[in-house]
Structure formats: C-alpha cells, structure tokens
C-alpha cells in the first residue's frame, strides 16, 4: 500500500508538465471529429461499462444514476466514498496505444454545501500496479458543472495491456480525517476519450475589431506582393500555413519552408475587408509548374500580349532558382506556358556561385517593358566587411515582351548589406529598389548603411540603374521584431491605390496571439500608409496593429462572399467545386467552414444607406440541427438585429432570409454563429441584403484626384449596388465614358488624365439608367474630388 502510493505520487508529480499542456490546449486548435472510446460516456444507458476505481483495497465508492445531468436524460453520482481516488472509471485496455495522443473531456459538479467554494478533479489513467498519470484537471466552483478537458501522450514505451480511467478529487493520505474536504459525493457526466487529431483551423482571436494588421486572421501568408487590378487590390503569399502543424497544445513545429508550394491570395477595394481566393497550386505534383517544387515569394504584373491581357505569377523555387506561370485573371485560372524554370544558373550574368537565385521581383515600365529584380544571399563565408556589406548577391533583367523570357544578361545590384527581397516600383520618374537586409556575415558592418534585417531602398533614374551604394537613400522600415517583439526576415511590396502609397509587409503577430507570445517562424501580412519627401526620398513606416483606414463604405445590396471578412473568430475557408458568383465562374468559389458554437465573422463599415435594408440573405448547407446565424451592429455581443434559422435539409445548399427593420446607415456588420456544442453547424457561401426601397437607380460614387508623374487625373468609380443591370456614364471636366450593362455588385471605373499639372477642386458627374420593375429610370450622382498638384 505505502509502495503504491509512493510511486503513485511521484506519478503525478511527473506529470505537471503534461498538465499544463492540457490546460493549455483549451486556447489551442481543437481536434478534428474521431471517434469516441468511451462508451456510455453521457450514462444515457445507466452504469453500462462503468465502475468505481478499484486500483487500491481501500477504494471503494457507490454509483447511481441520476437525472441532474449536464447533457441529455442521465448523469452518474458518485457517493460513499473511501478514498480520494474512489470515482467512476472505465477499462480502456486495447482501445489505447502506446505513443499516440489523445484528447479527454468530462464534466464535474460537486454540490456539498460544507465543502470548499472551489475544489480540484483529475481524470486519470492507470496503467497497473502503481502507475498512474493525471491527463485532465479543472477546479470547479460548488454547485456549477466544470470541464475536465485536456490532451495527453501515452509513452512510448508504456505497457498498455491495463489501461483504465477514472474520475478522482487530490490524493490525500488521511481523507477522513476532512470527508467534506476530500470525500465529497460528485456527479460526472458527458465523458470523452479520443485520438487527438490536430485541426489548423485557429481558435484563438488573432485580429481585434477595430484592427487593421494583421489583414487576416484564420490563416498565415509572408512575403506579400501586392497587385492592383481594376481598383482592387491582390495580394499573393507564401503560404505559411502549409508548414503549421499545431501539436495538442495548439504550438506548431517550427516553419522550415519546405513543403511550401502553393500561393495564397487575398483581396479588397476597401482595404479592411478581405476576401480569401484561396490557394493556387503552383509547384509539386499537383501543381501548374511540376517542374518546381516551392513557391516562395510570389510577384505579380499583367501585360496585354498578342491582344489579350494576361496575368504573370513569378515565384521562387526555393534558393535555386525562380518561375512563372500565367492566369487568365487575377485568380485564374493557371497555366504554365515556359516548360522549366524562368531565372537558374545558367540565366547570363545571374549567378556568381554564392547567391541564391530566389525572391522575383516584376515590374513593367510605362513603355510596356518589363523587369525581373531577383536574387540573394550571397555569405561566402570570409566574414570580411566587405562582403558583409557588398555580397552584390541581386540581380535585375529585362524581361522579353511574352513575359516568360529574359533579354540580355542580367545586371548586378550592389545594394548596402543587401540580403534578399528585391521589389522595384516607380513613382515621378524616378526607379526605387527596396530590399531587406542581412543580418551580418560576420565582418563589421558599416554604420553608414542600413541596419541588420531590415527594408531599405535605393533610387536611380533608370530600371537597371545603376543600382549602386551611392544610389542608396535609407530605410524604409526596420525590423518588424522592433514592432512586434518577434523577429525573423523581411519582405515588403508597394503599390498605389486610390492616389496614396501603401507598404507590405509580414510580421509572426498571429502567431504571437496563437501562442501567447511564442513564434515558430508563421508569418501574417500587414499594411501600412507609404508617404514621402518633396525630394522623392520615403520617410520611414512604423509597424503598428491599427493598420491602415478602410478607404470607402463596403455596398451591401449584391452578392458578398462570405469568406469577405473584416475581423473574425474560430472559422476556416475551403474551395468547393464552381466559380465564385461574387467574382464570376474563373474566379474559385471559398466558403466559410468549420463553424462551431461562438465563432464569427464580421463586415467592417457596411453602408446602407438612409432607406436601410429590409432583409439579410445568407446562401449555407446545414451540417448539424439547431444552428442559427445572428446578425449584429457594431459588436460581436451587440444586439441581435435579425436570426437566421438554418433550418434546411442537412448537406444541401439553400438561401434562407430574415427580414431587418430599421437598419440604416454605416454599421459594421457582426454574424455570430451558434447552435449546439460540439457539432460542425454550417458551411456560408454568400450573403446579400435587401434594400428598402428600390426606387431609383442605386449606386455608390467616389472621386479623387491623384499624380501619375507631372500629371494630374481624376479619378472616377460607380459601384452598381442595385439589383439589375445598369449604364453608367461618367462626367468630368475632363471627359465622360459610358459603361453598359453594369452588373449589380460591379463598378464603372475611369482614370481622366487632365493634362495638367496642376487642378483645382471640382465636381464629377454619374447617370445611371436601368429597367426597374419594367420602367426605365435614371438617377443622377455628384462627387467631389480634391485640389491636386503633381509639379
């Protein structure tokens, strides 16, 4: 008996740690559905394959069922105990295996008005003799059920053939010397024992409301390369996600990179509501270029060749070498139309034996020619300052007019303590070339340079430069470990939208938020306003939560897909067969899943106008009974406006509505998920809201004035957010341009070059005329743009 419970003391006390996990996974990714092995875990069938402990000759205990039960008709209740260990408990030999995970969960509730207002369980395994190890804990507040919950590894090298659980207070060697104390009478209910299969889909709240970094939260993408189409902007990643395998305690092996081979997109109009496009298979077996095997750092331009627009995806496989594969949109769909890899060794002027030949970087010049910035590394192991501070690892070419070939021999970049990410823009005629930086090869580095590990920029007068130290001009943005605590590499695009400069870059901010402050190498994107000097030179981006400010109300009175997400908890996105009906059939179709109990999404700043909208449309397949869609303004615990109850047949997509009263104006728009625990509810496609009123022709107009060079323009955007077909004619001083047959959900969009340096303030005009409910009528809009001055 002391041997016993000697060895069972120390049995728990090596198993803090492993309590600790468990405690830990309650923040930590959920498992997939496995099967239960516990059976009769809910005592819905009495006492059927239950026992009380019998590990020891003084434990002894008596069970009997009991209608105050936690979940469904029973619950068992456990009295007259002898010992603390003296609780309910299953044989579980042969249902569990050696080296393998598991996940347990259990509900407890003690009621004994003279014992503590808080009293500590343990779910606990004995494998035979005195080996026992705590493998889930709660404490509990009398009266109130409490969740054991937790994961646990069985050793690798533990016997299994005697496996049994059990239900237990802390061990005491004199329990009746208190029997209030430690031998309280309990109820256990709603008992689960299954294989931990880890899910990626994260559970933590990765991005607050309000927040605009990171720009997503339910999954991961580095090196973002931003592309701006049709006043959209697209951003493609490394998709980090590919390498987050998150153990039972919701942490994640560390990112090596080398399974990586897809490309994340996303994109916005907006820039605070981002829709998930999903993944394009770029390299590998299943991808569009089998001849890869990686696809890092993406880069992206379109060019119109022999007629028709085409859109250009380069992408590094990894250090040997870069590749391209051409899309009919900015989604798709791909195609590979080179054969082999676009950048390797045998590239002219591309490879001097130390640099890496990864990290494209496209940019096309206003007379259509294109240019590809690539390369880095380049540590040849001297540490000597010299190469430290001049491994002259990056390269720029000419790209040939199909856009999958080079032209000539590529040209070195000797860019101060240049490192890797290479990006080239333009802005009043002058070339920038940023780049991130290296952490030091050893020599000393020069003081007169960039810092280690961060974004700095050179300026020429030219696309080939030449890009020398003395063309260097600063940083653009230090580390984001200066920002955000954790550190790693460094990578950044520019693109203009609207008349201002934005900048990318990636930070582990989700993986922080994931952890509690650990990070394993996952990379979230981020956004920040880029402004600059009257003499060209950047002034530096600080890396911050807040982001960016949303540049326009989002049109709620058409199709939005539902993976278009502002800030959002506990969900996932996957494709699903057919095109997206919000970005036609070329574009993939995503939906929201793996929607439980609590989890949300959410639409920032969502116009409805001073009619408002009479009805909320949302297009789900049930998985489960008893789920329901809430609809809220301005908080994920505000009010609930309208409820959708998704009430269809199970596994069949429908469109099921709940009418609105009284909601007008800018509200951001929260759809809170609930329905019963436990359980996938719902998958979401779309959602669409119904206007009030629909008289009139509805649209949205903006218009701003902007510096393309020396010259000024304006420009001019209608967004159709009605639900028929509209034409739109645009008027400025300027000029005017007609657009057919403008879909609901579409805009009409035009840039006026006004051949000026300099305007003043004015006014632009939008007539739209549509056929609604058999009567043509026209509407007419006014927008105002601001002064500009380009010289």
Same mark, same amino acid.
């Given at each position: 008996?002391?041997?016993?419970?000697?060895?069972?003391?120390?049995?728990?006390?090596?198993?803090?740690?492993?309590?600790?996990?468990?405690?830990?996974?309650?923040?930590?990714?959920?498992?997939?559905?496995?099967?239960?092995?516990?059976?009769?875990?809910?005592?819905?069938?009495?006492?059927?394959?239950?026992?009380?402990?019998?590990?020891?000759?003084?434990?002894?205990?008596?069970?009997?069922?009991?209608?105050?039960?936690? !979940?469904?008709?029973?619950?068992?209740?456990?009295?007259?105990?002898?010992?603390?260990?003296?609780?309910?408990?299953?044989?579980?030999?042969?249902?569990?295996?050696? !080296?393998?995970?598991?996940?347990?969960?259990?509900?407890?509730?003690?009621e004994n008005p003279n014992s503590p207002a808080t009293k500590?369980?343990?779910?606990?395994?004995?494998?035979?003799?005195?080996?026992?190890?705590?493998?889930?804990?709660?404490?509990?507040?009398?009266?109130?059920?409490?969740?054991?919950?937790?994961?646990?590894?069985?050793?690798?090298?533990?016997?299994?053939?005697?496996?049994?659980?059990?239900?237990?207070?802390?061990?005491?060697?004199?329990?009746?010397?208190?029997?209030?104390?430690?031998?309280?009478?309990?109820?256990?209910?709603?008992?689960?024992?299954?294989?931990?299969?880890?899910?990626?889909?994260?559970?933590?709240?990765?991005?607050?409301? !309000?927040?605009?970094?990171?720009?997503?939260?339910?999954?991961?993408?580095?090196?973002?390369?931003?592309?701006?189409?049709?006043?959209?902007?697209?951003?493609?990643?490394?998709?980090?996600?590919?390498?987050?395998?998150?153990?039972?305690?919701?942490?994640?092996?560390?990112?090596?990179?080398?399974?990586?081979?897809?490309?994340?997109?996303?994109?916005?109009?907006?820039?605070?509501?981002?829709?998930?496009?999903?993944?394009?298979?770029?390299?590998?077996?299943?991808?569009?270029?089998?001849?890869?095997?990686?696809?890092?750092?993406?880069?992206?331009?379109?060019?119109?060749?022999?007629?028709?627009?085409?859109?250009?995806?380069?992408? *590094?496989?990894?250090?040997?070498?870069?590749?391209?594969?051409?899309?009919?949109?900015?989604?798709?769909?791909?195609?590979?139309?080179?054969?082999?890899?676009?950048?390797?060794?045998?590239?002219?002027?591309?490879?001097?034996?130390?640099?890496?030949?990864?990290?494209?970087?496209?940019?096309?010049?206003?007379?259509?020619?294109?240019?590809?910035?690539? !390369?880095?590394?380049?540590?040849?192991?001297?540490?000597?300052?010299?190469?430290?501070?001049?491994?002259?690892?990056?390269?720029?070419?000419?790209?040939?007019?199909?856009?999958?070939?080079?032209?000539?021999?590529?040209?070195?970049?000797?860019?101060?303590?240049?490192?890797?990410?290479?990006?080239?823009?333009?802005?009043?005629?002058?070339?920038?070339?940023?780049?991130?930086?290296?952490?030091?090869?050893?020599?000393?580095?020069?003081?007169?340079?960039?810092?280690?590990?961060?974004?700095?920029?050179?300026?020429?007068?030219?696309?080939?430069?030449?890009?020398?130290?003395?063309?260097y001009k600063g940083i653009i943005f230090k580390n984001p470990?200066?920002?955000?605590?954790?550190?790693?590499?460094?990578?950044?695009?520019?693109?203009?939208?609207?008349?201002?400069?934005?900048?990318?870059?990636?930070?582990?901010?989700?993986?922080?938020?994931?952890?509690?402050?650990?990070?394993?190498?996952?990379?979230?994107?981020?956004?920040?306003?880029?402004?600059?000097?009257?003499?060209?030179?950047?002034?530096?981006?600080?890396?911050?939560?807040?982001?960016?400010?949303?540049?326009?109300?989002?049109?709620?009175?058409?199709?939005?897909?539902?993976?278009?997400?502002?800030?959002?908890?506990?969900?996932?996105?996957?494709?699903?067969?057919?095109?997206?009906?919000?970005?036609?059939?070329?574009?993939?179709?995503?939906?929201?899943?793996?929607?439980?109990?609590?989890?949300?999404?959410?639409?920032?700043?969502?116009?409805?106008?001073?009619?408002?909208?009479?009805?909320?449309?949302?297009?789900?397949?049930?998985?489960?009974?008893?789920?329901?869609?809430?609809?809220?303004?301005?908080?994920?615990?505000?009010?609930?406006?309208?409820?959708?109850?998704?009430?269809?047949?199970?596994?069949?997509?429908?469109?099921?509505?709940?009418?609105?009263?009284?909601?007008?104006?800018?509200?951001?728009?929260?759809?809170?998920?609930?329905?019963?625990?436990?359980?996938?509810?719902?998958? +979401?496609?779309?959602?669409?809201?119904?206007?009030?009123?629909?008289?009139?022709?509805?649209?949205?107009?903006?218009?701003?004035?902007?510096?393309?060079?020396?010259?000024?323009?304006?420009?001019?955007?209608?967004?159709?957010?009605?639900?028929?077909?509209?034409? +739109?004619?645009?008027?400025?001083?300027?000029?005017?341009?007609?657009? *057919?047959?403008?879909?609901?959900?579409?805009?009409?969009?035009?840039?006026?070059?006004?051949?000026?340096?300099?305007?003043?303030?004015?006014?632009?005009?939008?007539?739209?005329? *549509?056929?609604?409910?058999?009567?043509?009528?026209?509407?007419?809009?006014?927008?105002?743009?601001?002064?500009?001055?380009?010289?």
């Amino acid at each position: 008996m002391r041997k016993t419970t000697r060895r069972r003391v120390a049995a728990i006390a090596v198993a803090g740690a492993m309590l600790a996990a468990a405690v830990a996974a309650t923040t930590g990714p959920v498992q997939a559905a496995a099967p239960n092995i516990i059976v009769n875990g809910g005592f819905e069938d009495g006492l059927t394959s239950w026992f009380v402990n019998n590990g020891n000759a003084t434990d002894g205990a008596t069970l009997s069922p009991t209608t105050d039960a936690y !979940g469904g008709s029973n619950a068992v209740l456990v009295t007259n105990r002898k010992t603390t260990g003296s609780g309910p408990m299953q044989d579980l030999s042969g249902k569990v295996q050696a !080296g393998k995970t598991y996940a347990i969960t259990a509900r407890v509730k003690y009621e004994n008005p003279n014992s503590p207002a808080t009293k500590q369980f343990f779910a606990t395994m004995h494998y035979g003799g005195g080996t026992y190890t705590n493998v889930g804990t709660v404490t509990v507040a009398r009266g109130q059920w409490g969740l054991i919950q937790g994961t646990f590894t069985i050793p690798a090298g533990q016997s299994v053939s005697t496996a049994r659980l059990f239900i237990e207070t802390p061990w005491t060697s004199d329990p009746a010397s208190a029997p209030d104390t430690h031998l309280m009478d309990f109820k256990v209910d709603d008992v689960s024992v299954a294989e931990f299969v880890p899910s990626t889909t994260i559970e933590a709240l990765g991005k607050n409301p !309000g927040e605009g970094n990171p720009l997503i939260s339910h999954k991961f993408g580095a090196d973002g390369n931003a592309f701006v189409h049709d006043g959209r902007v697209y951003i493609y990643m490394t998709n980090d996600t590919q390498e987050y395998k998150p153990g039972p305690t919701g942490v994640s092996s560390t990112n090596t990179y080398a399974s990586i081979n897809t490309i994340t997109v996303i994109s916005s109009d907006d820039l605070m509501n981002w829709v998930d496009h999903g993944e394009i298979p770029v390299a590998g077996s299943s991808g569009v270029a089998r001849y890869a095997s990686n696809s890092w750092a993406p880069a992206m331009e379109s060019k119109v060749v022999d007629g028709k627009e085409k859109f250009f995806l380069y992408f *590094a496989n990894n250090g040997g070498g870069s590749g391209v594969i051409v899309g009919d949109s900015p989604v798709g769909p791909w195609h590979d139309e080179r054969g082999s890899l676009l950048i390797t060794g045998s590239t002219p002027g591309a490879s001097n034996g130390k640099n890496w030949l990864f990290d494209p970087g496209v940019f096309i010049d206003d007379d259509g020619q294109g240019y590809l910035v690539f !390369g880095g590394g380049g540590d040849d192991g001297t540490r000597s300052a010299e190469n430290t501070n001049h491994p002259k690892s990056t390269r720029v070419i000419k790209l040939g007019d199909d856009m999958i070939s080079t032209e000539g021999s590529a040209e070195v970049i000797d860019a101060p303590l240049v490192f890797e990410a290479g990006h080239l823009f333009k802005r009043d005629g002058k070339y920038y070339y940023s780049y991130s930086s290296n952490f030091g090869f050893g020599g000393a580095i020069d003081p007169n340079g960039p810092p280690t590990g961060a974004i700095a920029y050179l300026m020429a007068d030219s696309p080939m430069g030449p890009w020398t130290p003395e063309t260097y001009k600063g940083i653009i943005f230090k580390n984001p470990g200066t920002y955000f605590g954790a550190g790693g590499n460094n990578h950044q695009s520019v693109f203009q939208l609207d008349g201002q400069y934005y900048f990318t870059y990636h930070a582990q901010t989700l993986n922080s938020r994931i952890t509690g402050g650990a990070t394993q190498g996952f990379r979230s994107p981020h956004l920040a306003k880029l402004d600059f000097n009257a003499d060209g030179t950047i002034k530096e981006v600080k890396g911050d939560y807040k982001g960016v400010e949303q540049i326009h109300n989002l049109a709620p009175y058409r199709v939005i897909e539902a993976e278009t997400i502002a800030w959002q908890q506990g969900i996932a996105t996957k494709k699903i067969d057919g095109g997206s009906e919000e970005f036609g059939a070329q574009a993939p179709n995503l939906v929201v899943h793996d929607i439980d109990n609590g989890d949300w999404t959410s639409l920032a700043k969502v116009d409805f106008g001073d009619d408002g909208a009479s009805a909320v449309t949302a297009k789900v397949r049930p998985l489960a009974t008893g789920g329901k869609i809430q609809v809220r303004l301005d908080g994920r615990t505000s009010p609930v406006v309208a409820t959708i109850p998704v009430d269809a047949p199970l596994g069949e997509w429908t469109k099921l509505t709940a009418q609105l009263d009284g909601v007008t104006g800018v509200h951001d728009v929260y759809f809170t998920y609930a329905g019963p625990d436990g359980a996938d509810l719902f998958e +979401v496609d779309s959602w669409s809201f119904e206007a009030a009123s629909s008289q009139g022709v509805d649209l949205a107009v903006t218009a701003s004035s902007r510096c393309i060079g020396a010259s000024t323009y304006v420009a001019v955007t209608a967004v159709n957010n009605g639900e028929v077909p509209a034409t +739109v004619e645009l008027t400025t001083p300027f000029g005017s341009k007609t657009v *057919a047959d403008v879909a609901p959900g579409k805009q009409a969009y035009q840039s006026f070059n006004t051949r000026a340096g300099q305007i003043d303030a004015g006014t632009v005009t939008v007539k739209a005329t *549509a056929t609604i409910d058999g009567k043509q009528v026209t509407s007419t809009y006014n927008a105002d743009y601001a002064a500009a001055s380009c010289r």
